[in-house]
């Protein structure tokens, strides 16, 4: 059953990886090719793109109105404002750490303001998750080679409502 198409006019000739809805209701999409971040509306208009010059793979809207993104083959995470200014960046490693970054996949930010970001391809050597703070110190690491490898590409980190709602879901399946 489909539930919404989403018209991505040209964009989405451009191997898209991962699309978001904002809160305005427009779509956030990642692309490979040439590697940029588009916002597009309703009708599938380009209202707002950012090309970051490395194949992209995750990206979202932050509290504030900037876009955090994440660069696989760039090995990187920035943010920048509507108006394009790089206001915060992290490349290869994080400083004062020993974690290298690999393919940057999933974004997630915290109440705190804190980012979250998937480390995926990165090796055994480092964490496949990690938290930072906006002045790039890590609170903490999800580092599990055993369980998860070297693959750890989407995830997301859910509150207790959120919890309780995908084990209530779940229980209803089992039946």
């Not at 504030?64 to 083959?73: A, D, E, H, K, R």
């Not at 999933?106 to 930072?132: K, R, S, T, Y």
Request: net charge negative.
């Amino acid at each position: 059953m489909l539930v919404k198409k989403v018209p991505l006019g040209e964009g989405g000739r451009k191997k898209t990886r991962l699309m978001r809805i904002l809160d305005n209701g427009h779509y956030l999409a990642c692309a490979e090719n040439p590697g940029v971040v588009s916002e597009y509306d309703v009708k599938g208009n380009v209202v707002w793109e950012y090309e970051i010059g490395t194949r992209v793979f995750g990206a979202i809207r932050l509290k504030n109105g900037n876009t955090l993104i994440c660069s696989g083959s760039g090995n990187s995470v920035v943010e920048v404002t509507p108006e394009k200014q790089v206001v915060w960046e992290i490349t290869k490693t994080i400083p004062g750490s020993e974690i290298t970054l690999g393919w940057m996949t999933a974004l997630q930010e915290l109440p705190n303001g804190n980012i979250v970001a998937g480390n995926c391809h990165a090796g055994e050597e480092n964490p496949q998750i990690f938290e930072i703070t906006k002045d790039k110190k890590v609170v903490w690491e999800f580092d599990e080679w055993d369980l998860v490898g070297n693959g750890l590409a989407c995830w997301q980190i859910l509150d207790a409502e959120q919890s309780a709602m995908v084990r209530k879901q779940l229980a209803a399946l089992k039946k």
